[in-house]
């Protein structure tokens, strides 16, 4: 079953997609995962999609939603601030949690890249998130942005940007608009992978929060409940040492895996050994049916 669904986050109405399994008991409650889309996508790109179906396959409920500013939600287009995120996903398991058809007391979060950072920062504030996964996340804003941008030629660029974003908002007190590619360079092979009605330019600010955002502070707060760290093994868009990097400062019990054969888009893909390593890692410490139920 698939159901429209709406909830407000700081005043903003966000749109989002429920997905509940079938052959759910009348008052049965299953435990359920947030969705979170990457940077400047939405509820309906391809691996947002492709994981909400994963976790019906798997017997849990999912809710994939838009962001503020992105999709068909509430907000200034474009203005996917970090720890803006980190509310609306909270907004999101509140609502989450008063659904019927939900165990409020388990419910996880997946996010892929961006929404990666903001699922691992989420559950490293919010002691609601019973489990965490996060698919080509990143824990440091800064050292992720010195390695995607890592040639001299191209940092000389980035920190051009930088200072002329703050330059001219010290002068005239407005945003310069930034595109997309010159802060998360993708190679033009992987663009197909953009999902349609993705935003294609930021103001300076996105770049700002992202830059300041370190996901590394707080992932070690996650533990005693569940992690499980999914990277592409040569990621060409996050640099791989970022899983790396989570994984030393997370507690336990956390699991990292480095996945050869696929890149940056990873929950798109349908890799089966992908698949079979979250069914695998959801058995073990976040299973269908709680062993104390």
């Known amino acids: 079953m698939e159901e429209r669904v709406s909830f ?20 049965e409650r299953r435990p359920a995962f947030l969705v979170l889309h990457g940077f400047g996508s939405n509820k309906d790109s391809g691996g ?9 396959d798997f017997g849990y409920a999912a ?34 949690a008063s659904r019927p058809e939900i165990d409020p007391d388990r419910i996880g979060a997946m996010g892929a890249s961006f929404g990666a950072a903001v699922a691992v920062y989420t559950a490293g504030v919010d002691q609601r998130v019973a489990a965490c996964v996060s698919a080509g996340g990143w824990g440091d804003g800064e050292k ?17 940007m930088l200072e002329e974003g703050r330059r001219r908002r010290e ?12 802060i998360v360079p993708i190679p033009p092979a992987l663009r197909g992978n953009v999902a349609s009605g993705s935003i294609m330019e930021f103001p300076f600010e996105v770049v700002e929060s992202m ?10 707060k996650i533990s ?34 480095l996945v050869a054969g696929v890149d940056h888009f990873v929950l798109s893909e349908r890799n089966t050994l992908v698949i079979t390593l979250v069914r695998n890692w959801l058995d073990k410490y976040f299973p269908v049916s709680s062993p104390s139920r």
């Not at 947002?48 to 019906?56: E, G, I, L, Q």
């Not at 992720?144 to 051009?160: D, G, I, L, T, Y």
């Open 171 to 182: 002068r005239t007190g407005e945003s310069i608009m930034v595109p997309r590619y010159d």
């Open 224 to 257: 005693p409940r569940p992690l499980l760290l999914l990277h592409p093994a040569n990621d060409s868009v996050t640099p791989t040492e970022q899983s790396i990097d989570l994984f030393r400062h997370a507690g336990q019990p956390t699991d990292l895996h």
């Open 48 to 56: 947002s999609v492709a994981t909400a179906k994963m976790f019906v």
């Open 211 to 220: 830059y300041a955002f370190k996901a590394n502070d707080v992932v070690g």
């Open 144 to 160: 992720k942005f010195r390695k995607q941008h890592e040639s001299p030629e191209a940092w000389r660029r980035f920190a051009a």
């Open 63 to 96: 809710l994939r939603f838009d962001m503020r500013g992105c999709g068909e939600s509430e907000g200034v287009r474009g203005r996917v601030i970090c720890l803006e995120q980190v509310e609306d996903t909270r907004s999101a398991l509140t609502f989450l």
């Open 8 to 27: 407000v986050s700081d005043g903003l109405k966000l749109a989002g997609v429920l997905h509940v399994p079938d052959g759910r008991g009348q008052r």
